[in-house]
């Protein structure tokens, strides 16, 4: 009997893992169990893959689910290590945080950076070290990614380090078109004649628009990253969570996709979960089996295209029947307004990640020639069940490729959020589009900028005390510096010492979540 795990949400980027939906309609005929098989054969992906009936996605063997299940172990959670480089800059071994304190007081080591915490060794070099390398998973999503540092032995794998980044694609988007209506309208109105310039413009091959260029620049400036700190041998990346093509056809689209595995149908019934919330659409209720339900019944016309299915529980599921959904909602209007309209979402977010999957691919590709490997997203979900972790972008990446166990993973993760570093512009614009302030050409004063990491020291007055945060510069000298309790006005430069430049994203370090 194929079933599917669930998790609790504990961060609101991050998509909870309720209990799946099952294969077969809700709206099939004399389907008795809305909440399971009844021992009937799950339908997968091609035998080409080896991802047959009970079998390991990695190995192929004929194994029943739940013998797999019951050989995986929970994994336990652990401290972040510590990154770790040689005298000349090169990567070692990461080690714990309770040695790299030791290498700090002894002063055998120095720091190197803050955030995330890089030490410097300083009677080290790599071709003395025994370094045996790390490998790197990346599970790339269109608002957040999942990077992963993990040591592989024989198949099992021990999470070291965990990043979450969010991307700021919307804002680019939103920027952008706030951009082109101001043109727009100001060619409109009785002012002088500016010529449209959009028709003299050529795009090179490969061009992605800025909003998904982001996306790929800032998972492969971490990607880089992690590997400029850790000596990475290996990086895995899922390329793709959903397929559009299928998800629009509703259907088998034909030649050898009757021949179904463990994994068909995963990328659909993810891609309702997100899409709906993980709730009822009708009724609200979470933490409950959900089934997969004809918006409009196929009894009635409707058909199984992504745009008619929704997610319902049990009864709501029963009670609809084969009703038509403006009958069954007939005395809640606002519930059925929601649900017609949320029916008709566009897969934007999907789009972008199979926009950018490949350039993704390519990039990583070209950076490391060849240590990259490509994983689908449903070996990734059948990894992360089978090791019993619950769903988030981290573990997701901890699970990408041929996992054999997961023995730990971090219990913090490091939540990097990417806010640019400033505008070039040197205006801002009023209600209609026009300049209205000048800002100064200058972005540093006292040798700081906003956004640098900073701790302040203020001995005596009314704001004595240690404030350790991102500061706000001002021209006159005195700062603000928001910290984890506040923001802090009017701190004088003379007490202000840096601590890490800005680097266009704001961290935060968060606890994993462990419910599975």
Known sequence: ???????QQTHQAVLPQR??????????????????????KAPGVEHVRGEIIGGSPATGDVTPAREGREKGREARAVDPVVFVLDRHGLPMQPTSPARARKLLSCGRAVVHRHTPFVIRLKDRTVERSQVDGVELGIDPGSKHTGLSVFTARHGNRRGLYHVELTHRGAQVRDSLARRASYRCGRRSRNVRYRPPRFCNRARPEGWLPPSLRHRVDTTMTWAVRLARWAPVVAV?????????HALSAGRPLEGVEYQHGTLHGTEIREYLLAKWGRACVYCGTTGVPLNVDHIRPRSRGGSSR????????APCNQAKGSHAVEDFLRHRPKVLARVLAQAK??????????????????ALKAEFPTVVHASSGGRTKWNRQRARLPKSHTLDALCVGQVGTVDQHPADVLAATATGRGTYSRTRADAFGFPRLRLPRQKRFHGF?????????????????????RVAVRTRGTFNIRT???????????????????????????????RA
């Not at 934007?348 to 950018?356: C, E, L, P, Q, W």
């Open 1 to 7: 009997m194929a079933t599917f795990h669930a998790g």
């Open 19 to 40: 209990p799946a939906l099952e294969f077969d309609s809700a709206d099939t005929p004399g389907n008795r169990d809305e909440t399971g098989f009844e021992g009937r």
């Open 236 to 244: 895995h990346v899922e390329l793709a969570a959903f397929d559009t």
């Open 306 to 313: 992504v745009d008619n299915l929704a997610i319902a529980c």
């Open 345 to 362: 979402a566009p897969l934007r977010d999907t789009a972008a990640i199979n926009a950018t999957r490949w350039e993704l691919f390519h």
């Open 449 to 469: 900028a906003t956004g640098d990491l900073v701790r302040a020291i203020v001995p005596t007055g009314t704001k004595a005390g240690r404030y350790t945060g």
């Open 484 to 514: 984890a309790h506040g923001t802090v006005t009017d701190i004088h430069h003379r007490h202000v010492r840096l601590l890490q430049r800005a680097d266009g994203y704001a961290y935060i370090t968060r606890k994993e979540n462990t």
